[in-house]
């Protein structure tokens, strides 16, 4: 069944000639056979119980084990979409880390609430211009790093520069206790004044943190900045794209 899906999204990409509109195409894929079968293919997964202003997809992203994207059934661009701040709308991060069951169960070792991560990219990182949020195991060599510094963050506030990650310096905040819900991220990274200018520059990462025995989560966010002849920083840098392959 892997094997199959992997080969339909990537005739689905290769068929869309890559344009910035191939997941949005691939994801109609996913909606029109959910609602004709009530089977996900080629997603693994799409949820439409809320309506399609409010659904989420996920998908397998082509050649990962454990790299999926979850994204919502309606049409934002991205990270800028100004249905991300509605108060009524739908909690797409929280939806995301629900996602991670996806990366768990195909890992090839067992994975924590620690091991897990949250990415979206800029308008200038990204690919594709319908909002995904990559989820996948967080980097092994930053997390010595980002559980030694958990405890300077605050949880009411942006602080600046607590993290500089591949040339990347971002504002940190964190949220004590296991879930999303209730509050929204997409708004709280738009009162860093560098972000909220324009939050199409912005950058998120979202990163499971335990600590003294309770869970909850390191956000990140990062302002997208032109650097010429360096590559550009994006928050997947922060994710392990390679942690479902057998060691050696």
Known sequence: MAIGLLAVVTTSLAATGFSRDTLWRVEQTCILNRQATGASFPCLDVDLSQGLRDGVAVLRAPFRQTHVVTMPTARIVGIEGSQLVAPDGRNYPQAAWDARRFVQADARRPLAWDDVGLAVNSRMTRSQDQLHIHVDCV?????????????????????????????????????????????????????????????????????GMSEGGHDGFLLLAGRSEPKRGLKQSTSEDLLDHSCGRAAG
């Open 139 to 207: 980097d092994a060599a930053l997390k010595p790093m980002l559980k030694a510094r958990f405890a300077t963050v605050p949880k009411d506030a942006w602080a600046e520069g607590v993290f500089t990650i591949e040339r990347q310096v971002y504002w940190a905040r964190r949220i004590e206790g296991p879930s999303l819900e209730g509050v929204n991220l997409f708004r709280l990274i738009r009162e860093i004044p560098a972000i909220g200018r324009d939050p199409g520059l912005a950058i998120l990462a979202v990163i």
